[in-house]
């Protein structure tokens, strides 16, 4: 990075501007790869011959990839300058989307989407570290907030775009479509960015590195498979908690002793940056979790084309567009409630979806999810800006990294958990109704209360457990909003703890 005078000095010119355009393009980009691929996953389903469980690894595993392959960026950064690191990510981001799309099995597609997301990885930390170097400190809400609006178009054109491209063809052009954006955005890396802080990297940390993507490859594994393979029955998931446990033993003692370690534990001596990622991984929890139940909840239980799932779930791209008329100034006037704010609307949001029924409207879902966009946006720039308030410029992309780790380590390990609380809820009410559906039922004896279904034939009988499985399927999502609303009423608190910018006595 370059030197702190960067950031000091108050004339922002063009460089600036072109920087700031540059990593607009590049996440947005990014953000529609992440929700179109969301949009298509019931359609996935039946092409791959997947469990809701095993399809949901397409998203897993390549936020596992990319939590992974954040903390690089920083040494990335150092060691290949700000323009090379761009290419390089960029080129392989878009090799890897080209793949998804041709993959034939779902081990192909998950190989390949690990690929993508380990690739384009750098994209976003390097983006938030570049405008937080580059911009002087007064305009970091300005300059955070321009930058969300790529980082919202994309995920709003995602399953807009992608929901009409997988009805009007198949699922693999949702992936052949982020070609021409990524060879797109090279073009413009190349001109725009320079070769800051190449050649400035210390010796890379292999041991750290492998300890740490070892611990969080183990996790992840752990809470994939744990509920097929009934959890801590099974000796695939104790060698997978062991491992996860003694690889994060060995990565912190190591980060400790080294005199260059792969992530520098000293940035949590900072208390904004401490709290700043506490959130940013609760946030994480509320990033992608409706947009990757709602898809298959609306197409497999009620019956809604891809197209409009794909213009329903795109309202939290709308939220976020609302969100951007306050939240600068709201930011500047009071960052600690704006947040708290944020979080809140989630948390109602989150618990309106979990009061859904069965027969949900589209209004519905386009106001649940506008008012879950419209929390997330209002809440991230002022997380952002304090937990970076108080790093000095040299930290910046290294802390981005270390933030953006957690975030997505967030999202993935809460996607986990949300589709076992669905697969488990649904079996078990499935299991209770089913109790209850006998002929010696005397309610059940009424025509007008059976309706289709009847213990007579096997079309009756067939249409009663589709019910039964499609009811019980729904509480299960509700469980899972539930705890979407749960996860989110309980970070609001951690925003009271940060130490204001705009109050100098306690920095």
Same mark, same amino acid.
């Given at each position: 990075? =370059?030197?702190p005078?960067?950031?000091?000095?108050?004339?922002v010119?063009?460089?600036h501007?072109?920087?700031l355009?540059?990593?607009?393009?590049?996440?947005?980009?990014?953000g529609m790869?992440v929700? &179109?691929?969301? *949009?298509?996953?019931?359609?996935?389903?039946?092409?791959m011959?997947a469990?809701?469980?095993?399809i949901?690894?397409?998203?897993?595993?390549n936020? *596992?990839?990319?939590?992974?392959?954040?903390?690089l960026?920083?040494?990335?950064a150092?060691?290949l300058?700000?323009?090379?690191?761009l290419?390089v990510s960029?080129?392989?981001?878009?090799?890897f &989307?080209?793949?998804?799309?041709?993959?034939? =099995?779902?081990?192909s597609?998950?190989?390949?989407?690990v690929g993508q997301g380990a690739?384009?990885?750098p994209l976003?930390?390097?983006?938030?570290?570049m405008?937080l170097?580059?911009?002087p400190r007064r305009l970091?809400?300005?300059?955070?907030?321009?930058?969300?609006?790529?980082g919202?178009?994309?995920?709003?054109?995602?399953?807009?775009?992608?929901?009409?491209v997988a009805?009007?063809s198949?699922?693999?052009?949702?992936?052949f479509?982020?070609?021409?954006?990524?060879i797109?955005?090279?073009?413009?890396?190349?001109? $725009?960015?320079g070769?800051?802080e190449?050649?400035?990297?210390?010796?890379f940390?292999f041991t750290?590195?492998?300890a740490? $993507?070892? &611990?969080?490859?183990?996790?992840?594994?752990m809470?994939?498979r744990g509920?097929?393979?009934d959890w801590?029955?099974?000796?695939?998931?104790?060698?997978?908690?062991?491992?996860?446990?003694v690889?994060?033993y060995?990565?912190?003692v190591?980060?400790?002793?080294?005199?260059?370690?792969?992530?520098n534990?000293k940035?949590?001596?900072?208390r904004?940056f401490?709290?700043?990622?506490i959130t940013?991984?609760?946030?994480?929890?509320?990033?992608?979790?409706p947009i990757?139940l709602?898809?298959?909840?609306?197409?497999?239980l009620?019956g809604?084309?891809? #197209?409009l799932?794909?213009?329903?779930?795109?309202?939290r791209?709308?939220?976020n567009?609302?969100s951007?008329?306050?939240v600068?100034?709201?930011?500047?006037?009071?960052?600690?409630?704006?947040?708290?704010?944020?979080?809140?609307?989630?948390?109602?949001a989150?618990?309106?979806?979990?009061?859904?029924s069965i027969?949900?409207?589209?209004?519905?879902?386009f106001?649940t999810?506008?008012?879950?966009?419209?929390?997330?946006?209002l809440?991230?720039?002022?997380m952002a800006?304090?937990?970076?308030?108080?790093?000095?410029?040299?930290?910046m992309?290294e802390g981005?990294g270390?933030?953006?780790?957690?975030?997505?380590?967030g999202?993935?390990?809460?996607?986990s958990? &949300?589709i076992?609380?669905?697969i488990?809820s #649904?079996a078990?009410?499935? #299991?209770?109704?089913?109790?209850?559906?006998t002929p010696f039922?005397?309610?059940?004896?009424?025509?007008t209360?059976?309706g289709?279904?009847s213990?007579?034939?096997? =079309?009756?009988? #067939?249409?009663? =457990?589709?019910?039964?499985k499609? /009811?019980? /399927?729904?509480?299960?999502y509700?469980?899972?909003?539930?705890?979407?609303?749960v996860?989110?009423?309980?970070?609001?608190?951690f925003s009271?703890l940060?130490?204001?910018?705009n109050?100098?006595?306690k920095?």
């Open positions: 990075m =370059s030197s005078s960067i950031v000091e000095k108050e004339e010119g063009l460089r501007w072109l920087i355009a540059t990593v607009q393009i590049t996440t947005l980009t990014f790869t929700t &179109s691929a969301n *949009v298509v996953l019931p359609q996935l389903k039946g092409a011959a469990t809701s469980d095993q949901a690894w397409v998203v897993t595993f936020l *596992v990839a990319t939590a992974i392959a954040t903390p960026t920083g040494w990335l150092q060691t300058g700000w323009r090379n690191l290419f960029l080129t392989g981001f878009t090799i &989307s080209a793949l998804c799309g041709l993959a034939d =099995s779902l081990e597609l998950v190989l390949f989407r690739l384009g990885a976003i930390p390097l983006g938030q570290g405008i170097a580059t911009f970091h809400p300005m300059a955070l907030m321009m930058w969300g609006i790529g919202v178009i994309g995920p709003v054109l995602g399953p807009i775009l992608g929901g009409v009805e009007a198949n699922w693999r052009w949702v992936f479509m982020i070609v021409p954006l990524g797109a955005c090279i073009a413009v890396a190349a001109i $725009a960015v070769d800051q190449k050649g400035t990297a210390k010796k940390d750290g590195f492998v740490l $993507a070892l &611990s969080i490859g183990a996790i992840q594994l809470l994939d509920q097929r393979l801590f029955e099974s000796p695939e998931i104790i060698i997978e908690a062991c491992l996860a446990v690889s994060f060995i990565f912190i190591h980060s400790l002793t080294s005199q260059d370690p792969f992530l534990l940035l949590f001596l900072d904004n401490t709290l700043g990622c940013a991984f609760a946030m994480g929890w509320l990033s992608y979790t990757v709602f898809p298959p909840l609306l197409q497999e009620r809604y084309p891809d #197209s799932v794909g213009y329903l779930i795109a309202a791209g709308f939220g567009w609302l951007f008329l306050i600068v100034q709201f930011t500047r006037k009071a960052p600690r409630l704006a947040l708290a704010i944020g979080l809140a609307c989630q948390a109602v989150g618990w309106e979806m979990g009061q859904l027969n949900l409207t589209e209004f519905d879902v106001w999810n506008c008012l879950q966009g419209f929390g997330f946006g809440a991230y720039t002022p800006v304090l937990a970076f308030s108080t790093l000095t410029p040299k930290l992309v981005s270390v933030f953006n780790l957690l975030r997505h380590f999202s993935s390990i809460f996607i958990i &949300s076992s609380i669905l488990h #649904s078990l009410n499935y #299991s209770d109704m089913a109790n209850v559906m039922n005397e309610l059940l004896r009424f025509p209360l059976m289709e279904w213990f007579e034939g096997l =079309s009756g009988l #067939s249409a009663l =457990s589709g019910e039964i499609r /009811q019980a /399927q729904m509480i299960g509700l469980n899972a909003f539930q705890l979407f609303a996860a989110a009423s309980v970070a609001i608190p009271f940060f130490i204001s910018p109050n100098p006595r920095r």
